[in-house]
């Protein structure tokens, strides 16, 4: 008899509507807009980071368990995984037919082949140059495609039978995810003399959009659900270190002083599981980012991060919002907009073709 399925965290898909949000504003608006908030929205790339670690999180809360007991099915979720990835990224890269003169001019001719065969293949990102071929945010999905195909050999992990062992761990692992990082302001091989998040150069390329600097970030997320598996949920201890890893993200974004090649990745890491541990228990913070609006709109979260580069790009490359005469409520409008189109991605292409193709490919979460 197979194990039932982990109950749903409510908290952290409605922390996934504000990530979702955050990288819209990041790529399309003036964080100065926002006043106290500007340095969460001008760090928004530290969202696809959360992400990341988020999703090893997700996987081992769901599989791990099953896969120490021999009822982890290699094959089906594998299947299950090309389900819920592809039929979104095969509209964004749809969607993208516009900027294929742009990328025929911005490349070689070799590369540009390159990333015409290698972007339906998932595998773009493990070329810097191309990383960002077609669909700027898209880069993630060669990330992690490659961390679903190792990952049934992570589930099988062996638990660390103490709290401490598990901390330990987790500690080992952040202190990897910050070398490639502290590597780059130590070698400074693009000669760049403070990079942010407008500079550019062919390694910070590389830290910033190949897979395996990134993948720290993945097994942290896959260990601390070994430690939220032995915490228990409710008590005062998971709402102190949700509303600590708030705290302690918005103190370092406001500060400013961390270095950018850190801070992109591996730097946040412990203060990521700080909020994950605090929003998968019972408590006030949980209840309130688990309300079902937010809830609603973070199951989109996927929809809206992968369809948000090119459809902005759309709606005022056509300049529609002229013709309907609603320009002068831009941007604002265009943000209402990406959200409810990726509402309409999620319930009317991404779930039926979901359906679909498990029912050929007989696959199941």
């Not at 037919?97 to 540009?112: D, K």
């Amino acid at each position: 008899m197979e194990s039932p399925k982990p109950a749903p965290l409510k908290a952290l898909t409605g922390l996934r509507c504000f990530a979702a949000i955050n990288i819209v504003l990041f790529h399309f608006s003036n964080p100065q807009w926002f006043g106290w908030f500007a340095p969460v929205v001008n760090a928004g790339y530290a969202s696809v980071s959360y992400f990341i670690l988020l999703s090893g999180f997700v996987m081992a809360y769901n599989y791990s368990a099953r896969a120490r007991i021999g009822q982890f099915d290699t094959i089906r979720y594998y299947k299950a995984r090309f389900t819920r990835l592809y039929p979104i990224y095969l509209l964004s890269l749809l969607l993208a037919w516009r900027v294929l003169p742009q990328e025929w001019a911005s490349h070689s001719h070799g590369m540009f082949w390159a990333g015409i065969v290698l972007a339906p293949l998932l595998l773009q990102g493990w070329v810097p140059e191309i990383a960002t071929f077609l669909n700027t945010p898209a880069w993630t999905m060669s990330a992690e495609s490659f961390y679903y195909v190792i990952f049934p050999w992570m589930a099988r992990w062996k638990e660390p039978e103490r709290i401490r062992d598990h901390i330990w761990k987790l500690g080992g692992v952040w202190m990897l995810g910050l070398i490639p990082g502290t590597l780059y302001i130590l070698f400074n091989p693009d000669g760049i003399p403070h990079p942010d998040r407008f500079s550019n150069g062919p390694w910070l390329q590389a830290l910033k959009y190949t897979p395996l600097p990134h993948l720290a970030s993945f097994t942290f997320g896959v260990l601390l659900a070994g430690l939220d598996a032995v915490m228990p949920r409710p008590g005062l201890l998971r709402l102190f270190l949700g509303v600590f890893g708030f705290a302690a993200l918005f103190g370092v974004l406001a500060l400013g002083v961390m270095p950018y090649a850190l801070l992109h990745d591996g730097l946040l890491m412990p203060l990521f599981g700080c909020v994950i541990l605090g929003l998968a228990g019972e408590n006030p913070l949980a209840y309130t980012i688990g309300a079902r609006p937010l809830v609603f709109v973070g199951e989109a979260s996927y929809c809206l991060y992968l369809l948000h580069f090119n459809m902005w790009n759309l709606i005022h490359d056509t300049h529609v919002l002229d013709k309907v005469g609603l320009s002068r409520f831009d941007p604002w409008i265009s943000y209402l907009l990406l959200i409810l189109m990726a509402l309409f991605a999620l319930y009317f292409i991404e779930k039926p073709a979901q359906r679909q193709l498990r029912k050929w490919m007989q696959a199941s979460g």
